[in-house]
C-alpha cells in the first residue's frame, strides 16, 4: 500500500480489496443465514463496523515511512544547516567499520539502513516488501498491503480485536438460532452448505484473530516488535509498568483505546523513545539530536 514499488501497490490494492469482500460477505451471510433478531443484529453490526474501520485505518495510515511527518521532522535536525546529500555521506562514512546492528538493540542513537543507505531513527527497521524502512516496524503484514509499525500499530490491534469479537457474535448467534443442529441432518441442501461454509470461514478468522490479538497485545505491554523479539540481550525500551508500554504505543487511557483513531498524548513521536531507568545512565540520549 506504502511501497516504493508500483507493481507492489498494485498487488496490494487487490489484497485489500479481496479482504474487504470477505468482511461484506460475512456481513451479508450473517443476516441471510441466521436472520438474527434487532438486538443480535446490532450487536454484530456494531463489532462488524468496528473491525471494517480498524481495517481501512491500517490498511490506508503510512506506518511511518521516510514519507510520513514524524520522519521528516527527525530528518530536518538530524540535517540541521547541511544538504542531504552531505549529511547522508558523513552518516555513511561514520559507518564504515561499524559492526553490523541490524538484529541488535541500539537504545538512543540511529542507524545506518545498508539497503536504503541512509540515516534512520532508532527502531525503525527496512522492509523489503515496501522497499523503504518504517518507523517502530512491527511486520510486514500481506492481508493489509503494508507494513505495521509506529503509526498504524494501534489500529491493527483493535482490527485483530473487533474482527474477533464479530466472528464471537456470529458464532453466538448460530447458537441461539439452533443453526448447528440443522447443520447436523442428514438432509443436504445449499442452505446447509452455505451455511457450513461460513461456519468453517468464521471460525478460522476467530481463531486467527484472537491469537493475532493475543500476541500483539503481550508484545504491545513489553514494549518490544515482533522483530525485537529477535534480538539478544535485554529490551531498553521496556518501562516499569505494562501501562506505560501501553500508553507509549495506545496513547492516553480512555475510550479511544477502542476506536480507530489517531492516538492522543503519547510520551513519544516514533522516532526517539525513552529507556528503562536503569539505562539511562548508560546511554548518552543527549547526543541523539546533535548534528
Not at 496490494?12 to 441471510?32: E, K, M, P, Q
Request: net charge neutral; charged share 15%; glycine share 6%.
Amino acid at each position: 500500500m506504502h511501497s516504493e514499488d508500483l507493481a507492489t501497490r498494485c498487488v496490494s490494492w487487490f489484497t485489500v480489496c479481496i479482504v474487504l469482500s470477505l468482511y461484506i460477505s460475512g456481513n451479508l451471510a450473517y443476516h441471510w443465514l441466521l436472520k438474527p433478531s434487532i438486538s443480535w443484529a446490532l450487536l454484530f453490526n456494531l463489532t462488524w463496523l468496528l473491525a471494517l474501520w480498524s481495517y481501512l485505518q491500517t490498511s490506508l495510515t503510512d506506518p511511518g515511512t521516510p514519507h510520513s511527518a514524524e520522519w521528516r521532522d527527525w530528518a530536518k535536525v538530524r540535517r540541521g544547516g547541511r544538504s542531504v546529500e552531505q549529511w547522508q555521506k558523513e552518516a555513511e562514512e561514520a559507518q564504515e567499520g561499524q559492526p553490523d546492528t541490524r538484529r541488535t538493540w541500539s537504545p538512543g542513537k540511529p542507524s545506518w539502513c545498508r539497503s536504503c543507505r541512509t540515516e534512520r531513527p532508532e527502531r525503525a527497521h527496512h522492509c523489503t516488501a515496501c522497499g523503504c524502512c518504517v518507523l517502530r516496524m512491527d511486520h510486514h503484514c500481506p492481508w493489509i498491503g503494508s507494513c505495521v509499525g509506529w503509526r498504524n500499530h494501534k489500529y491493527f490491534l483493535l482490527l485483530n480485536w473487533w474482527s474477533f469479537c464479530s466472528c464471537l457474535c456470529f458464532l453466538l448467534g448460530m447458537t441461539q438460532k439452533g443453526i448447528l443442529d440443522v447443520m447436523s441432518t442428514p438432509d443436504i441442501s445449499t442452505s446447509s452448505i452455505l451455511l457450513m461454509v461460513a461456519t468453517i470461514s468464521i471460525v478460522i478468522f476467530f481463531l486467527l484473530t484472537g491469537c493475532l490479538f493475543a500476541m500483539s497485545l503481550y508484545s504491545a505491554m513489553r514494549n518490544v516488535t515482533t522483530i525485537e523479539d529477535f534480538f539478544s540481550g535485554e529490551n531498553p525500551y521496556m518501562l516499569q509498568s505494562s501501562l506505560e508500554n501501553l500508553t507509549q504505543l495506545l496513547g492516553a487511557p480512555g475510550l479511544r483505546w477502542l476506536l480507530p483513531v489517531p492516538c492522543t498524548c503519547r510520551p513519544c513521536d516514533g522516532t526517539s523513545f525513552p529507556l528503562a531507568e536503569h539505562l539511562l545512565c548508560q546511554v548518552d540520549v543527549r547526543s541523539y539530536g546533535s548534528v
